[in-house]
Nanobody, 120 residues
Framework: QVQLVESGGGLVQPGGSLRLSCAAS????????MGWYRQAPGKQRELVAAITNGISTNYQNSVKGRFTISRDNAKNTVILQMNSLKPEDTAVYYCNADVKDGLGNRRGHWGQGTQVTVSS
């Protein structure tokens, strides 16, 4: 069984910063891509940023230049550094990881979500 645990959400003023962290644990053989998605009220879940198990990254256009995704493969952790936050960044942020477990099964896993609220 694989678990993803997120931390770091909260309330921040416009222009502020937050750092989200997601740690994967359990029966993990290998982790491929990891990423962050978000879902605002009344909207579909959307990709924010993703990173392969190398150094390749992909960002949603609206966050380019403001958000940075990184990962620590030794700790099975992915980080999302969010700067210059805007009210439209308000959403529940979910971690996702493409994992092959100890039995050889490969699928995506989701964290429980962490609320990010940008408001003055």
């Amino acid at each position: 069984q694989v678990q993803l645990v997120e931390s770091g959400g909260g309330l921040v003023q416009p222009g502020g910063s937050l750092r989200l962290s997601c740690a994967a644990s359990g029966s993990i053989f290998s982790i491929y891509a990891m990423g962050w998605y978000r879902q605002a009220p009344g909207k579909q879940r959307e990709l924010v940023a993703a990173i392969t198990n190398g150094i390749s990254t992909n960002y949603q256009n609206s966050v380019k230049g403001r958000f940075t995704i990184s990962r620590d493969n030794a700790k099975n952790t992915v980080i999302l550094q969010m700067n210059s936050l805007k009210p439209e960044d308000t959403a529940v942020y979910y971690c996702n990881a493409d994992v092959k477990d100890g039995l050889g099964n490969r699928r995506g896993h989701w964290g429980q979500g962490t609320q990010v609220t940008v408001s003055s």
